[in-house]
């Protein structure tokens, strides 16, 4: 069974580092693109961006570009989200999701989410 | 303000009928891009529902169906049940903005 299993909760300081992660099984990792989405308390979903790890090719949305950082390591299946430094405003659910074909086509697998808490 | 426009909610009573807008513009579902139908449950993440505007994965009863017609698209769901009380998101892709993804404000079901 496919499955996207996502590092856990995190309670961070402002101005710190993170990075969580996102480690695909039950299918080839290298094929299918993975996405990255942010749901503030109580708001909608957020479309971040995406990564190919067969190439690494990325994509931001433009209201992430420069805030984030999505990587991938094909050879343990598992994609990440980073920040140099956290502010308040990055506490959410973030959540990765396998794309079923190219960037055009729907989620078919999410990941459970990490919970990310920026607080003082 | 999302690139994608849903109304913040809808309700019906058990066994009618619901639809859901999503409307866009030009360069995401106007286009021609694929409009996706995501349900999220109250603290789970989310499920995709419809896929390629009007395909169901396994699974998705047939109660639920999507359409496309122009800059728009809707889901619809018949004989409503309890259980479909969720926030329902529509996501397509849209050319201008650097090949990104573009998510729907989520509309909030409410079972009556």
């Known amino acids: 069974e496919v499955q996207l299993v996502q590092s856990g909760a995190e309670v961070k300081k402002p101005g710190e580092s993170l990075k969580i992660s996102c480690k695909g099984s039950?299918?080839?990792?290298?094929?299918?693109?993975i996405g990255w989405v942010r749901q503030m308390p109580g708001k909608g979903l957020e479309w971040m961006g995406i990564i190919y790890p067969g190439d690494s090719d990325t994509r931001y949305s433009p209201s992430f570009q420069g805030q984030v950082t999505i990587s991938a390591d094909k050879s343990i299946s598992t994609a990440y989200l980073q920040w140099s430094s956290l502010k308040a405003s990055d506490t959410a659910m973030y959540y990765c999701a396998r794309y079923q074909g190219g960037p055009v086509a729907g989620n078919d697998y999410w990941g459970q989410g990490t919970l990310v808490t920026v607080s003082s | 303000q999302s690139v994608l426009t849903q109304p913040p909610s809808v309700s019906g009573a058990p066994g009618q009928r619901v639809t859901i807008s999503c409307t866009g513009s030009s360069s995401n579902i106007g286009a021609g891009y694929d409009v996706h139908w995501y349900q999220q449950l109250p603290g789970t993440a989310p499920k995709l529902l419809i896929y390629g505007n009007s395909n169901r994965p396994s699974g998705v009863p047939d109660r639920f169906s999507g359409s496309k017609s122009g800059t728009s698209a809707s889901l619809a769901i018949t004989g409503l049940q309890a259980e479909d009380e969720a926030d329902y998101y529509c996501?397509?892709?849209?050319?201008?903005?650097?090949?990104?993804?573009?998510f729907g404000g989520g509309t909030k079901l409410t079972v009556l």
């Open positions: 039950a299918y080839i990792f290298t094929n299918y693109w």
């Open positions: 996501q397509s892709y849209d050319s201008s903005l650097s090949g990104s993804n573009v």
